[in-house]
T-cell receptor
Framework: SAVISQKPSRDICQRGTSLTIQCQVD?????MFWYRQQPGQSLTLIAT?????????ESGFVIDKFPISRPNLTFSTLTVSNMSPEDSSIYLC????????????FGPGTRLTVL | AQRVTQPEKLLSVFKGAPVELKCNYS??????LFWYVQYSRQRLQLLLR??SRESIKGFTADLNKGETSFHLKKPFAQEEDSAMYYC???????????FGKGTRLSVIA
């Protein structure tokens, strides 16, 4: 398994500002992903965080809006840029762990409210 | 394209009654299927996966490739089973999970 921590756990932000969310994992992981869970909705994949290279974004998500970094195997950041109220969501970090084929674990999430 | 369908948004059952949460999928290859659960104010956690053929908290799920289904079942519901349940699909290797819209299970005493 993997223990995943995210910071901050929640934040309230003003329109037009940016927020960076950090994800730290306690073990070596093969893959890291970022998901969004809008109020009352399911999880939607934003992107795959690639170590040392640009993230791979899903349709509807772009790097300018959601820049992602992954400097090493156990850490990643997601920035929500130029926020609007529509960005109010829970943002979740998720990982696949070496040796645990195909199983994904999820962080506690960051609850973002944009005013 | 990968797709997971959970037709019921809300399912209410009485304590002790059987439960079946439906999940159908669309995938061109051989998928891995999972059930995740999210209890109130807790993080999303893995409940079970089809490759393990296990029973967790009395829940089981069988992959039916002919019907492309992976329904979650429990013979006798408990109040503590009340939660949000998500069916998810992954291709082999490093592909990420794709989730259904979720079913909220409410077990009534």
């Amino acid at each position: 398994s993997a223990v995943i921590s995210q910071k901050p756990s929640r934040d309230i932000c003003q329109r037009g500002t940016s927020l960076t969310i950090q994800c730290q994992v306690d073990s070596q992981v093969t893959m890291m992903f970022w998901y969004r869970q809008q109020p009352g909705q399911s999880l939607t994949l934003i992107a795959t965080a690639n170590q040392g290279s640009e993230a791979t974004y899903e349709s509807g998500f772009v790097i300018d809006k959601f820049p992602i970094s992954r400097p090493n195997l156990t850490f990643s950041t997601l920035t929500v840029s130029n926020m609007s109220p529509e960005d109010s969501s829970i943002y979740l970090c998720s990982v696949k762990v070496q040796g645990e084929k195909d199983t994904q674990y999820f962080g506690p999430g960051t609850r973002l409210t944009v005013l | 394209a990968q797709r997971v369908t959970q037709p019921e948004k809300l399912l209410s059952v009485f304590k002790g009654a059987p439960v079946e949460l439906k999940c159908n999928y669309s995938y061109s290859g051989s998928p891995e299927l999972f059930w995740y659960v999210q209890y109130s104010r807790q993080r999303l956690q893995l409940l079970l996966r089809h490759i393990s053929r296990e029973s967790i908290k009395g829940f089981t799920a069988d992959l039916n490739k002919g019907e492309t289904s992976f329904h979650l079942k429990k013979p006798f519901a408990q109040e503590e089973d009340s939660a949000m349940y998500y069916c998810a699909l992954s291709g082999r290797g490093n592909t990420p999970l794709v989730f259904g819209k979720g079913t909220r299970l409410s077990v009534i005493a």
